[in-house]
């Protein structure tokens, strides 16, 4: 009988690091400072007037199993199109450069070697737009639980805000995680979810953000950690989709993830 492979749990990991599927714990009275919860609603309302912007970044993930520990790094680049309702975004991990697009509200995901071919997927919200791009959906996970300002510092040399939360519990996104399910771990519990955010003091405009976690069940264990960095809002881009290169689909999302 084969063992079951952690690139499954960092497939679910790395979903997890994107749209923070899962839970933490839920404080019954988190604390939320006047000061950080403005510097947040003003980030939000300046970013809804962008045009466009880039974002780069890294996911890296360790996972245990089995008596055995793995790594995984993802690097990633993004170029979001607002006005269009259009994204596009690299990720590179073991060697290896998939694209993805999401227009208006499809995904077509690249799937990685032996399978080739695409993905194509129906997004499931139906709400703003702009929350599907990085930047507004990390902004959207400190609207609930603690939030702190943490002071000042420096990100690319622009004067930034930073701010602390931790987000409160929140259901587990189950197509994301392949129906919550980590061979290896079980049923996961998302735990000591922590996001740290820069906002340009200037723009009031996102710059940063960090979000690191703690995946246990079972007999295993994986800790995630994202970061991204926001820049060239409102730069000229443009978005192709290379309807010529996107046959053999699948509707239930790539082969082995």
């Known amino acids: 009988m084969n063992r079951p492979s ?6 679910v990991a790395l979903a997890l690091a994107v749209v923070l599927a899962g839970c933490s714990a839920l404080e019954p009275d988190p604390t939320r ?3 950080a919860v403005a510097a947040l609603e003003q980030s939000q309302d300046r970013l809804e007037a962008v045009e466009s912007y880039r974002t780069s970044g890294t996911i890296r993930v360790v996972a245990s199993a089995n008596d055995r520990t793995e790594q995984m790094t993802v690097e990633h680049r993004s ?3 607002v006005d269009e309702r259009k994204m596009r975004t690299n990720s590179t991990a073991d060697g290896e450069t998939t694209q993805s697009f999401l227009v208006d509200r499809t995904t077509y995901q690249q799937c990685p070697r032996p399978w080739g071919g695409w993905a194509v997927e129906e997004a499931e919200s139906d709400g703003n737009w702009l929350d599907l791009t990085p930047a507004a959906s990390q902004l959207s996970l400190l609207e609930e639980g603690s939030l702190t300002w943490n002071g000042t ?3 690319d040399g622009r004067e930034a805000v930073r701010l602390v939360g931790h987000p409160p519990a929140s259901a587990l996104d189950e197509e994301q995680a ?3 399910s980590i061979p290896g771990l079980g049923g996961p519990n998302v735990e000591d ?3 740290e955010l820069w906002i340009d003091r200037e723009t009031d405009l996102p710059l940063e953000s960090t979000l690191e976690f703690e995946v246990t069940g079972g007999d295993g264990s994986a800790h995630a950690s994202s970061t991204t960095r ?5 730069e ?3 978005i192709e989709l290379p309807y010529d290169e996107i046959e053999n689909t699948y509707e239930l999302g790539c082969p082995g993830s």
């Open 79 to 81: 170029v979001v199109d």
């Open 178 to 180: 392949g129906g919550g």
């Open 230 to 234: 926001y820049a060239e809002y409102d």
């Open 236 to 238: 000229p881009v443009s």
């Open 193 to 195: 979810v922590t996001v």
């Open 6 to 11: 952690l690139h499954d749990s960092f497939a």
């Open 33 to 35: 400072e006047d000061r």
């Open 153 to 155: 510092g420096t990100v």
